[in-house]
């Protein structure tokens, strides 16, 4: 299952992205701390299942940095993701990423490795706590428990989708086709982040 999934992303998504997305706004125009940008798992939710429907079967796809502790946001609850997901077998592989920062004392440029773990379960939608992941997601930037620190895609290697909560803030979906996501571009027009609105219209009018 690893390999599947690894050997179709680096032919469709290179890096979980692609330049075909759609981003939509979840948390504002609410503050920070407030019950009303909390509840955001009720737009957050119907984005995903007018992408994904109980019958599909999706990867999830966790991206774990072994965060324990975290000093801005409080105690977080580390392994809540995987107790939602604790009917599932979870497969796990340790890859590596690496940074490079330039040092003017040195003028030398320092190679640094970060490693992390992949831990990948393959089940239908229905079978999925999905909606309390997206409201973990969405708890950890407000402090709030249970919280998920790890970042968690969906993907449909059928639909050639990608469904990624970042945070409270937003979610974005990632398509190699257009006309697989120009529906949710006129449908959710409303939800989309202002900022992207241009990019998003260059895209997308042309279908």
Do not use: A
Request: hydrophobic share 30%; aromatic share 16%; proline share 3%.
């Amino acid at each position: 299952m690893m390999d599947r999934i690894f050997k179709y992303l680096k032919r469709n998504f290179p890096d979980l992205t692609s330049d075909v997305h759609l981003r939509f706004e979840l948390g504002e125009p609410f503050k920070n701390g407030t019950d009303e940008r909390i509840n955001v798992v009720t737009r957050v939710s119907t984005l995903f299942e007018e992408v994904f429907h109980p019958e599909d079967y999706v990867y999830v796809y966790i991206k774990d940095w072994g965060i324990k502790e975290d000093i801005m946001f409080g105690n977080t609850t580390p392994e809540y993701v995987y107790d939602l997901l604790k009917n599932h077998n979870i497969e796990v592989r340790t890859l590596f990423e690496f940074d490079e920062d330039y040092d003017e004392n040195t003028g030398q440029t320092i190679e640094t490795k970060h490693e992390y773990n992949v831990k990948i379960v393959y089940s239908q939608v229905k079978s999925i706590n999905y909606n309390p992941i997206l409201e973990g997601i969405g708890n950890y930037e407000q402090g709030r428990e249970p919280s998920i620190v790890q970042s968690v895609y969906f993907i449909s290697t059928e639909k050639d989708l990608i469904f990624h909560m970042y945070d409270d803030r937003g979610c974005i979906i990632h398509s190699n086709d257009v006309k697989k996501l120009v529906h949710m571009y006129h449908k959710y027009n409303n939800w989309l982040v202002d900022y992207w609105r241009d990019y998003f219209n260059g895209i997308f009018n042309k279908s």
